[in-house]
């Protein structure tokens, strides 16, 4: 019994021993990787424990549109951490008169300061060279995050011909400052200079000469086009784009948020690049700066299937004349090179070949139409036609313009604002949630985030200060020096060709042209998205 005992008392020693063992074993495994995600955890965040971003946004945060219902939108940490994405709100809610008040902030902004220090002035070489050309009444206010949103995604050069309030002291001043930014005043001579273009002799753009109001606008649009070529090509800029400060280029597709990029892998034998259009979709009537408070919009025709668009053509319709409510065949851009000429506002062509286009599938224009309940107002003052049915023919080219002409000129305000509230502002929730999961709505916050940014890091105060520190002369005639170059009544390949010499080749050149011009097709207006009928059409044909 006793050598029993001992036995026992010598196994449960031996037992207890290795039990032991195994417990500092498990100790070790499970202490060791707690110590190591200390020690990562107080490398990380040495000299405090808040996080920095978490406390560069205020507990006051303006939340992206659209997110109030997302998990990443409505998650907020405590203690004066904020969601990654939302935006502080604006540091003061008085209105300023001054400028610099009105488009940034100071430096002591909450906001995390993304563009400060960035160098929008360099010289470096770039490729391709990208040019916006476009013709504006808006204010420094709309102009300034526009042109600059514009050359974050890689537009080096803007060519802006203005009048009305873009025209102003004020604002020009501040637009010539910014380097690769021309400003072409519409003066006396620039109106000479265009009544010689030889546009006037062709028969594309005939069918819109002599009209007032919209008509009027996409002539002069087509004549500064006309003009903008000849200066990029004297610029040596690679691709020319026409665009309103209403509209915005969404680079969707490439490898990067980058136009520049985009461009860049666009074949060497395509001519033309054609951007679908989505148009905005605002969700209350009370929007002020409608790049940095929108951010839902319709998808194009030709970027959704066939069944999706028209079967749910009437909801995303909601009793306007078309799916959207102004143009829906896009804008283009378009390599620069000899013997082009403006399309209409839309389109580029070339008066010796037809131009070899292609069309982006992800990439789009977005377009920030009737915005503001006060677009309705603002256009009604810019035409004098009589609010009737058939005089607003003569001068608007879309059907919805025409109704929302009428409704200004006719309506009380009450009636106007309820007559907005049906025809243009999403408020039927269901309705944008339904019309988001079928893929006709989306959301696109890259343009919202990249305009704050700039606007938080200071730069557009940072343009309006330096412009006043260091005032320029007015420059009322840029642009306008090579007056024959630009608009001679001879053409562009004759003017080319008599410079190389060679007497036969430019009369060959000439002939060509004449009968290019011949067979010339009517510019491309602004056209409205297919409809039903459209649809109808197709299938019989």
């Not at 209105?95 to 009105?102: G, K, L, S, V, Y």
């Not at 009437?314 to 000429?341: C, D, I, W």
């Not at 509230?421 to 949630?433: A, I, P, R, S």
């Amino acid at each position: 019994m006793a050598g029993y005992r001992g036995a026992s008392s010598s196994s449960a020693a031996g037992g207890g021993g290795a039990a032991a063992f195994a417990t500092r074993v498990l100790l070790l495994l499970t202490l060791l990787p707690l110590a190591l995600a200390a020690f990562a955890f107080a490398l990380q965040w040495r000299g405090g424990m808040r996080d920095p971003t978490g406390a560069a946004w205020p507990a006051d945060t303006q939340r992206f549109p659209g997110m109030e219902n997302s998990p990443l939108g409505s998650s907020s940490s405590q203690g004066g951490g904020g969601s990654y994405f939302a935006v502080s709100s604006a540091s003061s809610s008085s209105a300023a008169a001054d400028c610099a008040e009105i488009l940034g902030r100071s430096a002591s902004s909450h906001g995390i300061s993304l563009y400060r220090g960035w160098s929008f002035d360099s010289d470096a070489a770039i490729t391709p060279k990208i040019c916006i050309t476009g013709s504006t009444s808006a204010s420094l206010h709309q102009i300034l995050p526009w042109l600059y949103y514009h050359k974050v995604i890689g537009v080096s050069h803007f060519i802006l011909f203005v009048e009305g309030e873009a025209a102003k002291p004020a604002v020009t001043s501040v637009l010539e400052s910014i380097r690769g930014v021309k400003i072409i005043f519409r003066t006396k001579e620039l109106k000479e200079q265009q009544d010689r273009s030889r546009i006037w002799n062709e028969t594309w753009l005939s069918g819109f000469f002599y009209k007032p109001c919209n008509y009027e606008l996409f002539v002069k649009q087509s004549l500064n086009m006309e003009m903008a070529i000849v200066m990029a090509r004297e610029a040596g800029m690679d691709w020319i784009i026409h665009l309103d400060t209403d509209e915005l280029i969404h680079p969707a597709g490439a490898r990067e948020y980058s136009l520049r990029r985009l461009l860049l892998d666009v074949p060497d034998n395509v001519d033309m690049v054609i951007f679908p259009n989505y148009e905005s979709s605002v969700e209350r009537d009370d929007i002020k700066d409608p790049f940095t408070e929108v951010s839902m919009f319709k998808k194009n025709y030709d970027h959704l299937p066939k069944d999706t668009y028209f079967g749910l053509y009437k909801e995303a319709t909601r009793g306007n004349p078309n799916y959207f409510l102004t143009y829906g065949n896009g804008k283009s851009a378009a390599r620069v090179q000899e013997h082009m000429r403006p399309n209409g506002a839309h389109r580029w062509h070339n008066y010796m070949k037809t131009p070899n286009e292609i069309k982006l599938e992800e990439a789009a224009i977005l377009h920030y139409t009737y915005t503001k309940f006060s677009d309705l107002t603002s256009r009604r003052d810019r035409c004098g036609c009589k609010p009737t049915k058939e005089d607003v023919k003569r001068c608007f080219i879309l059907e919805f313009d025409r109704l929302a002409f009428i409704i200004a000129s006719t309506a009380t305000e009450q009636e106007m604002r309820n007559w907005y509230h049906e025809h243009v502002v999403w408020t039927d929730k269901d309705t944008n949630l339904k019309l988001l999961r079928k893929g006709v709505l989306t959301r696109i916050y890259a343009p919202m985030a990249i305009i704050r940014g700039l606007r938080e890091s200071g730069i557009f105060t940072a343009a309006v200060t330096s412009a006043k520190a260091h005032p320029k002369a007015k420059l009322s005639s840029i642009g306008l020096e090579n007056k024959e170059s630009i608009h001679s009544n001879e053409t562009a390949a004759q003017s080319t060709t008599l410079k190389e010499g060679g007497n036969d080749n430019s009369q060959a050149t000439a002939r060509k042209i004449l009968e290019m011009i011949d067979a010339q097709e009517e510019a491309m207006p602004p056209m409205s998205p297919p409809g039903f009928l459209e649809l109808v059409e197709t299938a019989l044909s």
